[in-house]
């Protein structure tokens, strides 16, 4: 009986399935419209019944009490919203693209050895500049200090000087007698000029020599020394004459320093200065997980956030008082005294004050992503009256207006601070497919069967309404003739 059962089954579904194909052809041909609905609702039964998202067939089965249906609806139902909650959450934790900045420590057998930038706050030397130009500078530097004398120096008279000459002229010179690099005394190829806005400077920058570039022993005795006279006696008006000493600049080897103002630290006069460095290497993320970038300078090869200010400032400068200061690159001329008095300070104010220029509003410099700090670890020290005593005997030295300062790396080690994005889009992918796995069930392959079902029932709604169409021109074909 088992047997006949089952084969009178067998009879009925081949019997159903023929009915079925024979009502899909009826439809793509057009003979009855009932057909094609019939044919999609058989197609749809089939689909549901084999497609691999869990609980779906258990919600289209006919012959199950509309009991079980409902309560498997219900399941899909929270399933599906859960896991469009989660995939939700996922989507808005991407978008806010996270980062972290994980630190590591690295170790290595020798480090390059940074460049230091030397500025002295007397920018102009008395000894070199007449009595005409000191009194120019007076008026410049110092009017609001310093009231004017009865005859005051008409700036204008200065207006066909060459500022870079008269700064070249009337600056410090570097004196290597007193400068000891890796325990030997240094090369004059190690030292090179720079203007920045502290007038003439000179810079330590041992990365083109391949015998000096490296620091191979960690401590002073690898690291660079140097002392230098402070000219008390040849003190004239400055940018900076309310102070004694040098300002120091401590950057990455083959670059050059415009902004002292925002970095570096003073050395005192009558004090040896010890400057412990660490180095640390950044690595930043562009947009839209960070904020680093680039952009194209007219008047450097290589981007950093300073090489862009200063060209910015340049840009602003010319354009309100039309010429540049003299650490500004560019080819427009330099300010000339008069120029600096009615124009430029006044506009380096207000350009230092100009918040837009610095949130990229009027300025698009953003951080550079890579770029190398020092860490300084200062402390100073006085020398004793001995000492000093015997200085004087011996080199005609005196401490009291003299700076030392030495200068070395610690260890040779450096930590590397990198930012990596929390949540990438790798993640995101197996949070969603994690949710939809879980609650429902499916794959990027069930995502596909629901692509196919929906082209296969397009192109059946297609059939019929070529079907239909083509039964209309039949129908009026017949009443024509």
């Known amino acids: 009986m088992k047997i006949l059962d089952l084969e009178t089954e067998d009879e009925k579904k081949e019997e159903n399935q023929s009915e079925n194909e024979e009502w899909v052809n009826d439809a793509k041909f057009g003979d009855a419209k009932d057909a094609t609905d019939l044919a999609i609702s058989l197609m749809a039964h089939r689909f549901t019944d084999s497609v691999t998202m869990h609980g779906l067939k258990y919600v289209f089965m006919r012959d199950a009490h509309y009991l079980r249906r409902f309560i498997w609806t219900c399941v899909v139902f929270l399933g599906m919203s859960y896991c469009l909650f989660i995939i939700y959450q996922s989507w808005i934790a991407f978008l806010s693209y996270p980062t972290i900045l994980s630190v590591s420590r690295k170790f290595e057998s020798k480090s390059e050895f940074p460049a230091v930038t030397i500025c002295p706050y007397n920018v102009f030397r008395k000894s070199r500049i007449t009595e005409r130009q000191e009194k120019a500078l007076g008026r410049l530097y110092?009017?609001?200090?310093?009231?004017?004398?009865?005859?005051?120096?008409?700036?204008?008279?200065?207006?066909?000087?060459?500022?870079?000459?008269?700064?070249?002229?009337?600056?410090?010179?570097?004196?290597?007698?007193?400068?000891?690099y890796k325990g030997r005394q240094c090369k004059d190829n190690l030292f090179r000029t720079t203007i920045t806005d502290y007038g003439v400077c000179h810079?330590?920058?041992?990365?083109?020599?391949?015998?000096?570039?490296y620091q191979n022993t960690a401590g002073q005795p690898g690291g660079f020394e140097f002392s230098e006279a402070v000219y008390v006696d040849d003190w004239t008006y400055g940018p900076h004459m309310a102070y004694d000493g040098y300002r120091i600049a401590v950057h990455s080897p083959g670059t050059t320093v415009f902004f002292l103002r925002d970095k570096g630290f003073s050395l005192l006069p009558g004090y040896a200065t010890d400057v412990a460095i660490h180095k640390k290497k950044y690595g930043f993320l562009p947009k839209p997980h960070g904020q680093c970038?680039?952009?194209?300078?007219?008047?450097?090869?290589?981007?950093?956030?300073?090489?862009c200010i200063v060209e910015c400032e340049t840009r602003f400068t010319v354009e309100s008082c039309g010429c540049r200061y003299i650490y500004m690159p560019?080819?427009?001329?330099?300010?000339?005294?008069?120029?600096?008095?009615?124009?430029?300070?006044?506009?380096?104010?207000?350009?230092?004050?100009?918040?837009?220029?610095?949130?990229?509003?009027?300025?698009?410099?953003?951080q550079e992503c890579s770029k190398i700090e020092y860490d300084l670890h200062i402390t100073h020290t006085a020398p004793t009256q001995g000492y000093k005593d015997i200085m004087l005997q011996l080199i005609n030295i005196n401490i009291d207006s003299a700076m030392q300062l030495r200068l070395y790396y610690t260890d040779l080690e450096y930590w590397e601070?990198?930012?990596?994005?929390?949540?990438?889009?790798?993640?995101?992918?197996?949070?969603?497919?994690?949710?939809?796995?879980?609650f429902l069930g499916v794959s990027f392959a069930t995502m596909f069967e629901f692509v196919d079902f929906s082209f296969e029932m397009m192109w059946v709604w297609i059939l019929r309404q070529y079907a239909l169409?083509?039964?209309r021109q039949n129908q009026v074909h017949e009443v024509i003739q």
């Open 417 to 438: 601070l990198t930012e990596t994005a929390v949540y990438s889009f790798e993640r995101l992918m197996c949070d969603v497919g994690g949710a939809g796995g879980l």
């Open 330 to 366: 560019g080819d427009a001329k330099y300010c000339s005294l008069s120029e600096l008095e009615w124009c430029s300070y006044a506009f380096f104010s207000s350009f230092a004050n100009d918040t837009a220029i610095f949130d990229n509003t009027k300025c698009d410099c953003p």
């Open 203 to 213: 810079v330590f920058d041992p990365s083109d020599s391949p015998e000096y570039k």
């Open 469 to 471: 169409r083509k039964k």
């Open 293 to 307: 970038g680039t952009s194209k300078l007219e008047f450097f090869d290589e981007y950093s956030q300073e090489n």
């Open 142 to 180: 110092a009017s609001y200090f310093v009231p004017l004398d009865d005859n005051p120096v008409d700036l204008s008279e200065f207006d066909d000087m060459d500022m870079l000459e008269f700064y070249r002229n009337a600056s410090h010179d570097i004196h290597t007698d007193y400068c000891v």
